[in-house]
Nanobody
């Protein structure tokens, strides 16, 4: 299984950005996919995740109301839309696949994900 995050770059505060996570593997749709981020000097933190089938999504408190996670299983891709990004959203964003298939609840700890993409850097300018 390989995951590749893309869509990062420089964005102005108050704008919008959309990250994509594309993956290989025929069983992609069975697993929840999560987004995490890590800013310089900080620990990696949970951003959002969506269960298999897209039935449930969950967001970190800092992202609620301005972030949407979605998935297109026909394209093996998960998207993270962030509206009104803030400078504190600047980080390397990683997507990851849950280690257990068909979970109905979203996991927010990175230890529950066993495949990770390489990350994409997002820089939000003020």
């Amino acid at each position: 299984v390989q995951l590749q995050a893309s869509g990062g770059g420089l964005v102005q505060a108050g704008g919008s950005l959309r990250l994509s996570c594309a993956a290989s593997g025929r069983t992609w749709s069975r697993y929840a996919i999560g987004w995490f981020r890590q800013a310089p000097g900080k620990e990696r933190e949970f951003v959002a995740a969506v269960t298999s089938g897209g039935t449930n999504a969950y967001y970190a408190d800092t992202m609620k109301g301005r972030c949407t996670i979605s998935r297109d299983d026909a394209k093996n891709t998960v998207y993270l839309q962030v509206n009104d990004p803030k400078p504190e959203d600047s980080a390397v964003y990683y997507c990851a696949r849950d280690r257990v298939p068909f979970r109905t609840s979203v996991m927010t700890t990175d230890g529950e994900y066993n495949y990770w993409g390489r990350g994409t850097l997002v820089t939000v300018s003020s």
